[in-house]
């Protein structure tokens, strides 16, 4: 473990978020607690209104809103947020309830990360988020669920997964009791996902990705 600690690279984090910024402040308490080696270096709302901003706003972080509508298009919006990661000089952008398609650049590739509180590849893809997931896995009659980190490429919900976590779907389950029970998986799972990238032990081949073993 020693050795591991050694190779530890702390990463500096861009946040995107369209919400509340639940997700952006698990990972500052953990931040703060000294059990994540990462900063926060950018917070990037889609949404002017997003009670992410005050948060952000509280922990002393710089926070920007790039509005969808705002720009000709996806690409143009896009080519922003990346313009302000840039600046910012932060190593990994991690999603965090952010709503807008994002086009990832050349030079972001394998450098964006998301979660998603379903086990992919199932209950994913365009209009799957927040209650909408726990809805349809309750609707499926699923007996688990869970959530999973993932590397983003140029869609919704795909590219390589680093993590996942599982937890039951109990037979009275209600969308909000479940989506409490997810969050608290999402809650270790990101900020493990971010220290296996900072310990450089997260591998990409192919469509997969394979999480190399300490030291």
């Known amino acids: 473990m020693a050795d591991s600690k050694a190779k530890t690279?702390?990463?500096?984090?861009?946040?995107?978020?369209?919400?509340?910024?639940?997700?952006?402040?698990?990972l500052a308490d953990r931040i703060k607690a000294g059990s994540l080696p990462a900063s926060l270096a950018v917070v990037i709302s889609s949404r002017a209104d997003a009670y992410g901003l005050e948060r952000a706003k509280s922990l002393g972080v710089v926070a920007h809103v790039v509005a969808r509508?705002?720009?000709?298009?996806?690409?143009?919006?896009?080519?922003?947020?990346?313009?302000?990661?840039?600046?910012?000089?932060?190593?990994?952008?991690?999603?965090?309830?952010?709503?807008?398609?994002?086009?990832?650049?050349?030079d972001f590739a394998e450098k964006v990360i998301n979660i998603h509180p379903a086990l992919l590849p199932s209950f994913g893809g365009k209009g799957m988020y927040g209650h909408r997931v726990h809805e349809a896995v309750l609707a499926a009659g699923c007996k688990v669920a869970g959530c999973t980190v993932h590397y983003c490429d140029q869609t919704y919900d795909t590219g390589p997964i680093i993590v996942q976590r599982a937890c039951p779907v109990l037979d009275d389950d209600t969308p909000d009791a479940l989506a409490t029970r997810v969050f608290e998986q999402e809650c270790i799972a990101y900020p493990e996902a971010i220290g296996l990238i900072a310990q450089g032990r997260v591998r990409v081949e192919g469509a997969r990705a394979r999480v190399l073993p300490p030291g």
Do not use: K
Not at 10 to 21: H, N
Not at 76 to 89: D, I, K, N, T, W
């Open 9 to 26: 690279t702390p990463l500096r984090l861009a946040v995107l978020l369209s919400g509340g910024g639940r997700t952006m402040q698990n």
């Open 69 to 106: 509508q705002d720009f000709g298009s996806a690409a143009a919006a896009s080519g922003r947020v990346f313009e302000l990661v840039r600046q910012a000089g932060a190593d990994l952008v991690c999603l965090a309830g952010y709503m807008s398609l994002l086009m990832i650049p050349d």
